[in-house]
């Protein structure tokens, strides 16, 4: 067995093929590279024998001498020719051998020869030393970098090089690494030749021979001295910059090509009132003035567009705290070497007070150039003495009065001026100057042709030198535009823009000054309220721009009922109050109310249609209702409720017993209210069965409210009051609610095809999203429409337009059953009830009481379900309580019924529960 490297870890590390002899000679040890180089496979033989050696005897003599030198051939197994040397040397384990194959050295040679050239042509100074620091070899760009030839170093010390900034330590620390085998990287300063310093970046690797030992140190300098200078430069560049940068008395900021603030000094940050933290990394956009970024943007853009070196602009930044400030901005713009835009520094002069002086001087010349205007449009000047005789005129003046000079010079002013107000006032200017007063007022003034004209008047002293009045200068200027745009004014603040009636402000202000008035004369006074009667309907329907013609015209037939001293006006909406004041009777009052409710007798054209359109009036008077203004149209308002109450197309005086019921319809109202917000409401069923089996087939959803005080109530003492204020719609959708969780709770009781019927209001069918809300709650529960039949009285049908009819459709469409209620008490006609999506027709209760004794009242029931079955409808007669009205009913071929004689309502429990039993 050989014993390998493993059993001597000392041959491990050497590349070379090495051995360890004992002292006779014999191998103890050898490594991998030995057994491949030599096929050395063979233990416990002498290194004479184990190679076939040319002679063996001077080989083991250069072993033991140390001689490295001698060439020592051999015959390899393959019969080749080969030259080694070895190096031997004494160990703890023996004599360690080390050969070097000739072959492998001369090749070695060889390529230095050829790599020696190429490393001449690197940029970088390469210097070669011996493992005791002699140089040995030194390329071209050395040669340059130092001002040293190579036959000029070679041969001496690197020390030749230093340059006395270094200190011992310096080389010391870098000494002790390369001989601890590591590599030097660092930058130093190094002595050219003629004395000059240059500054190199040096790597210096120590180069190791096949025993491990150091024999060379390759270095390698880059000479970076222009790029320190440049460094230095730079800094002291930045130095100076920094410094005129901070020490700036105008701002000073730095961008990127976006507008991102990369830098700012502290004069800028001292205008913002920021620090750099705050201001650094923002948009220029944010804190410029909003008014000012869209002509910053163009700006920008154009100097993207154009190789432009710089732009200045004025604008406004915005502090801080809120506040801005106008400067004047000169922006640098700073290209790289392709001529693209990546920097731009603003110098920032704060010029708000500068702009300041120029708007004040703007102001100045603004107003220099109102007043050379103004005295352009002086149309009257004239001077004259105490007395008021004309001194002097302008042409205007002339013009205006239609006379000529000579015929107004010696002749009194006020003699011009006709117009009796205007007289007395200019008069009074005629006594105020004398006292050395400046009189100034605005008068009218007729011209000798044209309308009038109204003038901003000033008369002014005119003294002599001892200070005593010797006349006046008259000057005026044409206000009249301003003064009918000021008049234009007031009107549009007192009266409506639609119909220019007066407005709740103006007539307030008239009511005031009319009790005033007969309260002084003994009078009476009476408001009128005026209402149109369905001026929602034609607003949903026609839409409100002829709305607005309705109303427009309605302001215009109330005046043509009143008097001249009788106010009408637009309290908004379609809500109109009148006033009539001086009355000396009530019946005046109610004369008045007739002839407003008779203008609307006469149909409105809307929309090549005629509508005839209706009005309700409450009437309250002074002093037998009420005395203070606002009293009176409260009670005006309830008097109008009650006109609607009783009909509507009426007027009605307000009565103190008025005031008690609306205060009882308004606590009503609110109980209501709360109990449709905390649901107080239960649903009742009352049975409807047919006819011949008695089966229970369907029933009717009727709510019942259990006041927590009055118990329970019906639907006549909750239902007008909701369908009027609008609580109908979520009272509505909660009995839809409760009827159809009732189904989904007991519908394991009920028969195929039983129906539940709800009522809806007419107020419903105006809700939006009716049928979605219904669909919605009975797919939630899981059931299907055809389960539930929607109940809508005739009177509700006959009131209903096409969009509303349009719903109706889509409800049945939908798979909704639809129930004509009450059928028999309305005016429908038959080809209407053709065209209704209908399903089934309710008799109405008045119908069947007294059937049996009414043959009347039979024909008319047996009509009805003749024309039912004619139009494939299913009939049920309402309010059948005694037996023999079921059996005429039977007897006439009504198939199914409903009333008291079936069953009372009930609650879900106790109905359905008895079903189930």
């Known amino acids: 067995m050989i014993p390998s490297s493993e059993e001597c870890p000392c041959l491990s590390a050497l590349p070379r093929p090495a051995c360890l002899l004992d002292e006779k000679s014999v191998i103890t040890c050898v490594n991998g590279a030995f057994q491949s180089f030599f096929a050395f496979t063979q233990a416990g033989v002498s290194i004479v024998e184990a190679v076939k050696w040319d002679d063996g005897s001077t080989l083991l003599e250069a072993i033991r001498g140390g001689n490295p030198t001698i060439v020592h051939g051999f015959t390899d197994l393959c019969g080749s020719h080969r030259s080694v040397t070895v190096h031997g040397t004494p160990t703890a384990q023996g004599m360690l051998c080390v050969f070097h194959d000739v072959e492998s050295m001369r090749r070695l040679s060889e390529s230095a020869s050829l790599v020696l050239p190429a490393v001449d042509q690197i940029q970088e100074g390469i210097l070669i030393t011996d493992a005791g620091g002699r140089i040995l070899y030194v390329n071209a760009a050395f040669e340059l970098q130092s001002g040293w030839k190579a036959e000029q170093i070679v041969g001496q010390s690197p020390s030749i090089l230093k340059s006395g900034t270094h200190s011992d330590s310096f080389y010391g620390e870098m000494w002790n690494r390369l001989l601890s085998g590591h590599a030097y990287r660092g930058e130093m300063q190094n002595r050219r030749k003629d004395g000059t310093i240059y500054n190199v970046e040096k790597v210096i690797t120590p180069i190791f021979d096949e025993n491990g030992r150091i024999s060379h140190f390759v270095s390698t300098d880059r000479d970076v001295t222009e790029e320190r200078l440049t460094q230095r430069r730079l800094m002291e560049s930045e130095t100076k910059f920094r410094t005129i940068f901070e020490r700036s008395p105008l701002g000073i900021a730095v961008t990127d090509n976006p507008g991102h603030i990369t830098d700012a000094n502290s004069e800028f940050l001292r205008m913002l009132g920021m620090n750099i933290n705050e201001l650094r990394g923002r948009h220029l956009k944010e804190i410029t003035f909003a008014d000012d970024v869209a002509e910053n943007e163009r700006i920008i853009e154009l100097v993207r567009e154009e190789p432009l070196p710089g732009y200045e602009l004025r604008k406004r930044y915005v502090r801080k705290d809120g506040s801005d400030f106008w400067a004047r901005t000169v922006v640098a713009v700073v290209r790289d070497e392709m001529r693209r835009p990546f920097m731009k520094l603003g110098i920032i002069e704060d010029i708000t007070e500068r702009v300041q002086a120029e708007e004040a001087l703007s102001r100045a010349y603004s107003e220099l150039e109102d007043l050379r205007n103004a005295l352009e449009r002086v149309s009257l000047f004239a001077m004259m003495e105490n007395d008021g005789t004309l001194l002097r005129v302008n042409d205007a003046f002339c013009e205006f009065f239609g006379r000529e000079k000579s015929d107004l010079i010696g002749k009194p002013v006020y003699r011009l001026v006709t117009e009796k ?497």
């Open 421 to 917: 107000r205007s007289a007395r006032i200019f008069l009074r200017a005629l006594s105020e100057y004398r006292r050395k007063e400046i009189f100034r007022e605005e008068i009218p003034l007729k011209a000798a042709s044209g309308p009038q004209k109204w003038f901003d008047s000033t008369l002014m002293p005119l003294q002599d030198e001892t200070g005593k009045a010797r006349g006046a200068a008259w000057i005026m200027f044409d206000v009249s535009d301003r003064k009918q745009a000021e008049e234009a004014l007031v009107h549009q603040a007192m009266h409506d823009t639609l119909t220019d009636l007066p407005n709740r402000s103006l007539f307030s202000d008239r009511l005031r000054q009319a009790l005033l008035r007969a309260n002084r004369l003994n009078e009476k006074v009476a408001v009128l309220f005026v209402d149109i009667d369905r001026f929602k309907f034609v607003n949903d329907t026609f839409g409100h721009a002829h709305g607005d013609l309705i109303l427009v015209a309605a302001a215009r037939r109330i005046q043509s009922a009143l008097r001249p001293d009788d106010t009408v006006s637009r309290q908004g909406g379609d809500e109109f109050m009148v006033l009539l004041p001086g009355l000396g009777k009530n019946d005046h009052a109610a004369s008045v109310a007739e002839k407003v409710l008779a203008s609307f007798e006469a149909p409105f054209a809307v929309n090549d249609t005629e509508l005839t359109i209706g009005a309700s009036i409450g009437i309250a008077l002074y002093p037998d209702d009420a005395s203070e203004p606002d009293d009176l149209l409260r009670l005006a308002d309830m008097a109008l409720y009650r006109a609607k109450e009783e009909g509507r197309g009426r007027y009605v005086f307000y009565n103190a017993a008025q005031l008690k019921q609306s205060r009882d319809r308004f606590e009503k109202e609110g109980q209501i209210r709360q109990a449709v917000r905390e649901w107080q409401f239960v649903p009742y069923f009352q049975p409807r069965v047919h006819a011949h089996s008695g089966r229970m087939i369907a029933v009717e959803a009727l709510i019942r409210w259990m006041h927590p005080v009055h118990g329970v109530l019906f639907p006549d003492a909750f239902i007008p009051i909701a369908e009027e204020t609008g609580l109908i719609y979520g009272l509505g959708e909660g009995v839809f609610r409760d009827a159809v969780r009732s189904y989904s709770q007991w519908k394991h009781v009920f028969p195929e095809g039983f129906v539940f019927s709800v009522n809806l209001s007419a107020k419903q069918f105006y809700q939006v999203g009716l049928l979605e809300k219904l669909r919605d709650t009975v797919h939630q529960a899981g059931l299907q429409a055809r389960s539930f039949e929607l109940e809508i009285t005739e009177s509700t049908v006959m009131n209903l337009d096409q969009k509303t009819l349009t719903v109706l459709h889509d409800l049945r469409r939908e798979g909704f059953r639809i129930a004509l209620d009450d059928f028999g008490t309305g005016y429908s006609s038959l080809t209407y009830l053709e065209r209704l999506p209908v399903d089934t027709i309710k008799i109405d209760r008045s119908f069947v009481t007294g059937l049996a004794d009414s043959p009347r009242k039979r024909h008319l029931v047996q009509a009805m379900i003749m024309i039912a079955k004619a139009l494939d409808l299913s009939v049920v007669a309402e309010g059948v309580e005694r037996r023999e009205e079921l059996d005429l009913l039977l007897e006439l071929g009504c198939e199914e019924v409903q009333g008291y004689l079936f069953g009372m309502p009930q609650p879900a429990e106790a109905l359905f529960g008895a079903l189930l039993e």
